[in-house]
């Protein structure tokens, strides 16, 4: 080979290679940008009366608590909803399903739930929980509509966790003489919880920041007073941002209020992703099998 | 109750549980078809979706959504254009090129990005991204295609570059062995053998990563300027369809024709979707790897 074409193909690696680390750094540039400068911008806002307070003259001044309030009841409801359906549905998946055509289709049926867009989930929730079963605008329309979004987030995380108790753990019980049931009580699901819990800590991450699909159906644009019953409307963090930031009585004087909630926001989703993230990377580093 | 009957029962209660989900994908089509399909007692479906006019609030009103679609298609293609670069490449840098401790690292950064909410990226591109195009190509808005397409783009990246990292971390060692063999640069076996070999995958990701922008909302909602007309640049303002879905539905009365023509819109929306959920569905598992040659 000669030496030119050498040459040539040394460029085309460091070529490539530049262009390979040029992507994965623009990500990391993106992410960091975006969050430094929400933090610059949004910190000034934070304060004990902005997180514990309501909102005061038109949304211009005050904090953001019926907001915070809002936000984490949906977010329960909705992970109360999909919790349980998510693991039954993998342990079915995982424990009892054989291949077949039945379980090509509901794998297909969970793949294309995961793809239904946000705001197509809130004109089901609408169309379905508001009007046809007549819940009004409510958490708890609200807190169905979100449960059944993150349900394949939340099957694909229990079932991978349910897939990495090693199989020897199951012949070891069945061998005992228990039964299916039995071992899968006591001996699977036990070992795959930690994996389940923080697959679902994810889903309940994506539960929080989503808005399109409470808009129509449990999400009011202000009020005043904490909800006494699942059947009331509440404020939400995502939700509060778009209306100060598009529809607010002063949009331009009201930026701190909004870098603030978004601030607030920012810090409570990504916190419950990242401790997701770390807690898998411990089970991941403590595993003995 | 013997112990073989209580088994049945359990196992059957649970099957019952796994068919929730197409239970709920049955019950969105029945929602989106009973309050959207009465609109085509007074609008023909060609009307609907190829008339050239979106005027709901209009006398007489006028619910042609192909400016709308038009919008989405643009927006979808253009951030899918920006996304698939990137994507495959920061998955091609996680699975064959980083070290182990960045690995880590850009795996969480990839993570993290896929949890940013929706509406924290539209407000980002409101007060970042408008103005300073705006400035820089002197527009009278800011909120227009590219910036949509560019915020979008950093939505579908994440499912882009985590599904295709998957792909190709799939492939066997033994073809990169044998490539390497051959006397293959690390580039030349990257390209020529491990991402053809993932082929099937990357383009499942795409595909997701596509389905996950067309459908995407509060992003096209907030800086996609609104303007429900066909665009002749791409600095102009559209409106694609989940944007007139979330913007119109708080306004528009119950039951009305309006109420129902943003139904239909979400019917037409979901079928998208659905399609490309299926044949990435289809593409996955028709050309799944299944092991590989040994000696």
């Given at each position: 080979m000669t030496t030119t074409a050498i040459r040539y193909r040394y460029i085309k690696q460091t070529v490539f290679f530049g262009l390979v680390r040029l992507s994965a750094f623009i990500l990391a540039l993106a992410l960091g940008g975006i969050l430094a400068y929400i933090i610059v911008h949004g910190i000034s806002a934070l304060s004990w009366e902005f997180v514990t307070q309501p909102p005061r003259e038109a949304m211009t001044k005050g904090g953001i608590m019926p907001a915070i309030v809002g936000t984490f009841y949906l977010t329960v409801g909705a992970i109360a909803v999909g919790l349980p359906l998510g693991i039954v549905s993998a342990v079915y998946l995982t424990e009892y399903a054989r291949q077949g055509p039945v379980i090509r289709v509901i794998r297909i049926g969970i793949n294309c739930l995961a793809g239904v867009p946000s705001v197509v989930f809130g004109l089901f929730g609408l169309g379905f929980?508001?009007?046809?079963?007549?819940?009004?605008?409510s958490i708890l329309a609200g807190s169905l509509t979100l449960g059944f979004l993150i349900l394949p987030t939340i099957i694909g995380a229990s079932e991978e966790a349910l897939k990495s108790v090693p199989q020897t753990f199951r012949e070891a019980s069945l061998a005992l003489g228990v039964s299916k049931w039995q071992t899968i009580l006591r001996i699977v699901l036990p070992t795959a919880l930690p994996g389940i819990l923080t697959g679902s800590i994810l889903g309940l991450g994506r539960a929080a920041g989503e808005t399109a699909p409470i808009m129509f159906t449990a999400a009011a644009f202000f009020t005043a007073k904490l909800p006494t019953s699942v059947f009331d409307e509440v404020m939400a963090l995502p939700y509060h941002i778009y209306v100060l930031a598009?529809?607010?009585?002063?949009i331009e004087e009201t930026r701190p209020l909004q870098y603030g909630t978004v601030l607030v926001l920012i810090l409570l989703v990504l916190g419950i992703d990242l401790v997701a993230i770390l807690i898998r990377a411990t089970i991941r580093r403590r595993k003995k099998w | 109750m013997n112990r073989k009957q209580k088994e049945a029962v359990i196992r059957a209660v649970f099957f019952s549980f796994a068919l929730v989900s197409i239970l709920i994908l049955g019950l969105i089509v029945v929602s989106l078809f009973r309050e959207g399909l009465p609109l085509f007692r007074q609008v023909s479906v060609k009307d609907f979706l190829f008339?050239?006019?979106?005027?709901?609030?209009?006398?007489p009103p006028s619910f042609g959504i192909w400016p709308l679609i038009v919008g989405s298609v643009i927006v979808t293609v253009l951030a899918t254009l920006i996304a698939i670069p990137i994507g495959i490449l920061t998955a091609v840098y996680i699975a064959e090129v980083a070290p182990p401790l960045l690995k880590d690292v850009f795996k969480s950064v990839i993570e993290l990005l896929a949890g940013l909410p929706s509406v924290v990226l539209g407000f980002f591109g409101m007060v970042v991204v408008a103005p300073w195009l705006q400035d820089t190509f002197d527009l009278?808005?800011?909120?227009n295609i590219v910036n949509a397409s560019l915020i979008l783009a950093l939505m579908a990246v994440p499912t882009i570059a985590s599904i295709s990292e998957d792909a190709i971390y799939a492939v066997p060692r033994e073809y990169k062995e044998a490539s390497y063999a051959l006397g293959a640069t690390t580039h030349e076996t990257i390209l020529r053998v491990v991402i053809p070999s993932a082929l099937s995958g990357i383009s499942t990701a795409v595909i997701l990563g596509m389905s996950r922008a067309i459908g995407e909302t509060m992003v096209v909602l907030m800086v996609?300027?609104?303007?429900?007309a066909i665009p002749e640049s791409l600095f102009d303002s559209v409106r694609p369809m989940p944007a007139s879905i979330a913007a119109e539905m708080g306004e528009a009365?119950?039951?009305?024709l309006h109420y129902q023509a943003l139904f239909a819109t979400g019917m037409v929306l979901f079928f998208i979707t659905l399609a490309f959920n299926l044949v990435a569905d289809y593409i996955s598992n028709k050309f799944k790897e299944v092991g590989s040659g040994t000696l």
């Open positions: 929980f508001v009007v046809m079963l007549k819940f009004g605008s598009t529809a607010g009585t002063n | 008339g050239m006019e979106w005027y709901p609030t209009y006398d009278p808005t800011g909120l996609a300027g609104g303007a429900a009365p119950f039951r009305s």
